[in-house]
């Protein structure tokens, strides 16, 4: 036991006369072990949990090219009358969906806060078929003119804010000064858009 804690001080001694070789090395082991963990992410969303969409290997992003744009790459999204457009001269694909992520405000009990959501056409969900962990989610006839406003949660907003409590569905919230009722809480792999609500318009 004797000799393996001389050797351990030895060994701290002389990492200590050769700092750029423990810099080094600590550089060396931060990157490997950072590398392993984005290999680890990917293999484990591609292979061993894919990606939650039935037929995702079917879905396609749509993107426009605006030359005329300021803009180094050019516009890239669609406006809301050149989608509708889009849409009904459409004879490519199967289905299209429309997404524009925006900023909202959350008032309410507590301090307000700004969360990022999803304006999403009113026939996402169906399209993309996943179920909802809780209540449901948003239809077609949620997004028609004189429909009752409601909202989708995603996950990690339902855990974080209101501790995994399956009763706030049905309740409702005020976002950009909108009373919305919430209808649905998506499962935990659902991060589509990357945004905390889905709100159908």
Not at 98 to 124: I, M
Not at 140 to 147: L, S
């Amino acid at each position: 036991m004797r000799g393996v804690w001389q050797d351990l001080k030895f060994g701290a001694r002389t990492l200590g006369k050769d700092r750029g070789f423990v810099i080094t090395a600590i550089l060396a082991l931060g990157l490997g072990i950072g590398s392993t963990t984005v290999i680890f992410s990917v293999i484990d969303n591609v292979l061993l949990e894919p990606f939650p969409y039935p037929d995702g290997q079917r879905l396609v992003g749509v993107e426009i090219h605006d030359s005329s744009s300021t803009d180094q790459y050019g516009r890239q999204f669609f406006s809301q009358p050149e989608f509708l457009d889009y849409q009904q001269q459409n004879h490519v694909f199967d289905r299209s969906i429309g997404v524009r992520q925006s900023r909202v405000l959350w008032t309410g009990p507590g301090a307000p806060e700004s969360f990022l959501a999803a304006l999403v056409t009113g026939n996402t969900f169906d399209f993309l078929g996943v179920k909802p962990l809780l209540g449901r989610y948003a239809t077609p006839d949620d997004a028609k003119p004189g429909a009752p406003p409601v909202f989708v949660m995603s996950y990690k907003l339902w855990r974080k804010r209101f501790s995994s409590d399956p009763s706030i569905v049905g309740k409702n919230f005020t976002l950009d000064d909108t009373t919305r009722t919430l209808i649905g809480v998506m499962p935990k792999r659902f991060a589509w858009w990357g945004v905390d609500l889905w709100i159908p318009t």
